[in-house]
């Protein structure tokens, strides 16, 4: 297992195997509600319109790049939390915080993920809390919810 930061993987370049073409860099990481895994990466820098990548077309992780199969695997989506996210609505770094009991516990600073799978492994809070993905409930628009 293989695992990368995602605040240090946002603004990483993305490239296509096919082609060696620089097609974007990471601008956030489309995660599934239950914050399990990451479903697709939001690419920026190909087109005014929103593009991403769905994780079984992403390569590998590098120190320094993202690599692609194809230049032409990222498109657009009309799906709901991928614009959610695109606009920033639904993201999983900044969130606030707050337990099945209702107490807050400061915002997400940064999140693990296992490279070769997408899995979520920890999310690390604004208080110095490293959670495991086996304590998070959900993410939403408003918070991510995790155990009391």
Do not use: C
Not at 121 to 131: F, P, R
């Amino acid at each position: 297992m293989t695992v990368h930061s995602m605040k240090a993987m946002t603004g990483q370049s993305v490239i296509a195997l096919d082609s060696a073409e620089e097609i974007g860099t990471v601008k956030h990481f489309v995660v599934a509600p239950d914050v399990s895994r990451i479903d697709r990466l939001h690419i920026d820098g190909r087109k005014k319109k929103a593009m991403f990548a769905e994780w079984s077309h992403l390569e590998s992780f590098g120190s320094d790049r993202v690599m692609v199969t194809n230049a032409a695997d990222p498109s657009e989506s009309k799906d709901d939390r991928d614009i959610g996210v695109a606009k920033g609505d639904i993201e999983l770094i900044g969130s606030r915080v707050l337990d099945t009991a209702g107490f807050e516990h400061g915002t997400v600073v940064d999140g693990s993920f296992d490279a070769d799978s997408g899995a979520i492994v920890t999310v690390q809070t604004s208080e110095g809390t490293e959670i495991p993905q086996a304590a998070i409930h959900s993410l939403g628009s408003y918070a991510m919810v995790i155990d009391a």
